[in-house]
Every structure is written in structure tokens, then in C-alpha cells.
């Protein structure tokens, strides 16, 4: 067998192209993205419509939120981002799981009585709560086998309050499969009959750390973010991996093999909507990313986030694709060109003319403006999203 590259034109939104995918969806195109945190969960609801084959390469650096209390538990990487999207490409017909969802939804109260929550915690861990007692055999033994492996493992001051039962299900499958979030992400997506692919970019326990112009270095992602705790008054210069004791060197943290195949064959990348830094330049990071993605010949698109993201401080469009070209490029080589990494760069219209065309003079990088926006702006329409992707396979 030959292969050979083509070009085409292509019309946004293209109906034929479109309505193709609506009728056929499991045969839909192979749709990869880099991506973390919710930003991307209301648009991928949208696309199970229109494939079953998208494939999403996950941060697990998190360390905030419920998945702060494991990771500080446990030592293991960040699970609430992967659960999160996993719920959000997990069939929703009666054709579904609707008890597995409603379980793997369930957080334990925040509010209220101390004895109350024991009392939960305890029913769910047991197998006893009603929303357990709800999922059918054989899938309410294997759920209660991975909750009893959290029990046996949790400190006994472990804090349950606002945690997440799918996240509990995540650690403890962790926990009993040789600390490997991979065969327990399978299980969950066969559970749940996920349309897709989720995945952890890559299964180590490490976080993010940014230095910054102003010559600051902070470790943890809830500290770039801006969300929880206050971030650094400056851009930042550089991101990179670490433990716990420094920066982890790019080499050390190669991208597994299967993570590979998928980028080979993807019919489409995309760079989506996120925080620039923590949950699209983060995924970007591990060796042999950028050198696959410069190898591929797909269309690779870049989507800007709408409104304002905290760990940009004022970059122009064409600031924001030099970051993302930068982090590739330290991995493809300073000498690969930024096209080859980056193909198209689409915003929606009300992103004024000159910032497109700054980033076509600096980088050669085609900028499309089109109408992608909601009514208030701030959010994309899920469904013009969706279908302007597809239309350019």
C-alpha cells in the first residue's frame, strides 16, 4: 500500500460533509485533541453526534481541586480532568449506562452533617448505596472491587468531602492495577460505552511548573492558573515538568507508544479552547509529542479560548500561537517550520482583522476568522464548533 498527500479546498460548514458524519457517526473522522480541564466537555457532548472517533490526549498534572486530596493521598497523577471527559463522550441514549453515569457523577455533600458523610462515604465504599445497589451485574461487582481497593488504601483522615465517586473508582482501579491509570481508563470507558477515545498523556505522577519573565518559577498547576490561588504578575517564559524534587528533564517523559499511534493516525489535530499554559501547552510537553505531530500530515488546527484567560496577561493571538509553537518545536527542532506543526489558526469573527494577520507575518500560518461564537461571546456554539471541524477532513 502507497500513501500520498493531497490537498483540497474547504467549504466551513461543509453539509455534505456534515450530514455524512450525522448519519454514520461511528463511522465518523479520527479527531485528536490536546486538551485538559472542562473547557473542551461541553463541545465534545456535541461531537459523539457526529463521531465516535475522536481521541482525546488528557493533562494529568491537576493539582487542585478533589484531584488535589488524591494526589496528596496517594502520590498519583491528577484523575478529575480524564473522569470529567470520559463523562462527557459517554453514551447518553438508552442505549447507554445512565446507572454507571449517575454513580460515576456523584460527589459526596460539602454542607451539612459530619455524621452524614461518614454515613455516605461508608454506603457507597460498602457497595450499599442506592446509586451502587442501581449499576447491574456484573459491572456493580467490578465498581465495588475497585472502591473497596480505595478503602484499603485511604488515610484514615482522608477528606471526602466534595470528592467525586467516578474519581474514587479512578484511584482505586489505579491503586489495584500496579499503580496504571490505562487499564482502568478502559474499563471505565467500556462501562460507560464511551464514544471515544480518552487517554492521560502520559501515566506519571509529576505536575507542571512555569518560570516567568519577571525570573519567578512556581510548581503546580493551581498556582499558574490563576483560579484558586493567585498567579504571577508576568508571562511566562517557559513550562516544564516536575516532581517533587525540581524540573524533570523532557527526555525522561516520553509519550507511550499507543499515544503515539493515535497522533499517526489522526485525521485532524487540534490545539482547543483551554487555558493556553495548564491544559493545551501542558499535553505538549512530554518527548516525541512535537516530533509526531511535525511527522503527521493532517490538517492541525489551533482554536483560541474566547474571552480572557488568566495565564495569557495580555498576549496578542500571535503571542499565543508562538507559545504553542515553541513548546513543539523543543521537541521537533527550532529548524522545523511552525506550518508543519500547526497548519490553520481559526478564531471566530469578533477577533479584529490585524490579530489574524499578525500571526499569518510571523509565523505563515493561514488565520480564518468565522462566526463560532455564541450569543454572549464568551463561550463557542458546540454545534458550529463541531461542524467546522469535520467539514475539514
Sequence with gaps: MQTITIQRRASVPDELRVARCLSAPHRGPRLLFFSGGSALNGISRQLKRYTHNSAHLITPFDSGGSSEVLRKAFGMPAV????????????????????????????????????????????????????????????????????????????????????????????????????LLEPVLFMMSKMMDVLGTVRSVVDVNLHIGAEYEDGSVVIGQKEITGKEVPAPKARIRRLFLADDTGEVPPEEVVLPLRNQRLIRKADLICYPPGSLYSSVAANLLPARVGQEIAETNVPKIYVPSLGNDPECHGMTLSDQVGALIKVLRADAGHEVPAKALMTHVICDVSVPVSDCAAVTLDYGIPCVRLPLAEGSGQLYDEKAFCEMLVSLV
Design 80 to 179: 478529575g480532568d480524564l473522569r470529567s471527559r470520559l463523562m462527557a463522550l459517554a453514551e447518553e441514549t438508552d442505549l447507554g449506562q445512565p446507572d454507571i453515569v449517575r454513580l460515576f457523577s456523584h460527589r459526596f455533600g460539602l454542607e451539612g452533617c459530619p455524621d452524614a458523610l461518614e454515613c455516605e462515604v461508608e454506603q457507597v465504599l460498602s457497595g450499599e448505596h442506592p446509586l451502587v445497589r442501581a449499576v447491574p451485574q456484573p459491572m456493580r461487582m467490578l465498581v465495588v472491587s475497585h472502591l473497596q481497593t480505595f478503602a484499603q488504601n485511604a488515610p484514615v483522615d482522608f477528606d471526602y468531602a466534595k470528592g467525586s465517586v467516578g474519581n474514587l473508582v479512578l484511584a482505586g482501579g489505579y491503586l489495584g492495577n500496579e499503580r
